[in-house]
Structure formats: C-alpha cells, structure tokens
C-alpha cells in the first residue's frame, strides 16, 4: 500500500520541479537566448526550438492545471537542489571543456553572479505560480464539495 503512494508523491515532486524549471528556461531562453541566436537556426532547427522552449513549458502548464497535481511548500527545497546541481553540471561542463554552456555563463565575470540569481528568482517565480494555481484548485474542490453536501 505504501509503494504506489510513495510513487505518487515522487511524480507529483517531479511534476513540481518540471514546472518551476520549466518557467525560468522559457523566460530564459525566449528573453535573453533567442534574441542572441544566429540566422542558421531556420527550419526544422527553429521548429525544435519552439517544441522545446513554448511547447514543452506549455502541456507542463496544462498538466498543473488540468490534473491532480498539488504543489506544497516544503517541496521547495526539491526545486533548490536541482538547481544547485544543475549550477554545478553547468560549470563542470565548463570546466571540462573551457566553453560556457551558455553565452551569457561565462563563468569568468560578476554577470554570471547576476544571471544565476536571475535563474533562482525565476524557478521561486514558477514555484510560486504552482502554488497559486494549486490553491486556487483547492479552493474550487472545497466550494464544489461544500455544495455537494449542502444538496444531500
């Protein structure tokens, strides 16, 4: 009984962190990437781009809306500690192989300080959003309940 409850409180972790991540790297990518990106990114290369970077974040979006998806305080730490381990994949890959993943993280300025707590800001910023439209669910459910029962 356990393990299938166990499961859903995994995925339902997930779904939160897919969110909240998936809020700074479209903000991210469509304010301060795309802008950036050379001409050769045309055809089915900028088809991809808009799958990964508007499509993806958007059936997230409908996900947390339209499903049993919950979002709770106490799972920020979750969001935190992807995104210090993705900090640290990002500059190892850097160091490995001396180029930035990113243009703008270049590891070598104060920007990449900024940029990185932009990123905080922005996945708190989805976080926040989850938590919203989670209470705003919640609230529908207990109005929809409380007439149910006032019918009976």
Request: aromatic share 18%; proline share 3%.
């Amino acid at each position: 009984m356990k393990k299938p409850f166990a499961f859903w409180k995994f995925t339902s972790v997930l779904c939160e962190i897919a969110f909240s991540m998936e809020v700074l790297v479209a903000i991210y990518y469509w304010a301060l990437l795309f802008p950036g990106t050379p001409e050769e990114h045309v055809g089915i290369r900028f088809w991809m781009t808009i799958f990964e970077h508007a499509v993806t974040p958007a059936l997230i979006f409908l996900e947390v809306i339209f499903n049993g998806v919950r979002f709770y305080k106490r799972h920020l730490i979750f969001i935190l500690l992807v995104g210090g381990l993705y900090i640290c994949t990002n500059f190892a890959a850097y160091k490995i192989t001396g180029e930035p993943v990113y243009s703008n993280l270049t590891w070598q300025s104060i920007e990449t300080f900024y940029f990185l707590l932009a990123a905080l800001g922005l996945a708190l910023f989805g976080f926040a959003i989850g938590l919203g439209i989670s209470s705003l669910k919640t609230k529908k459910i207990t109005k929809e309940i409380e007439g149910e029962y006032r019918n009976i």
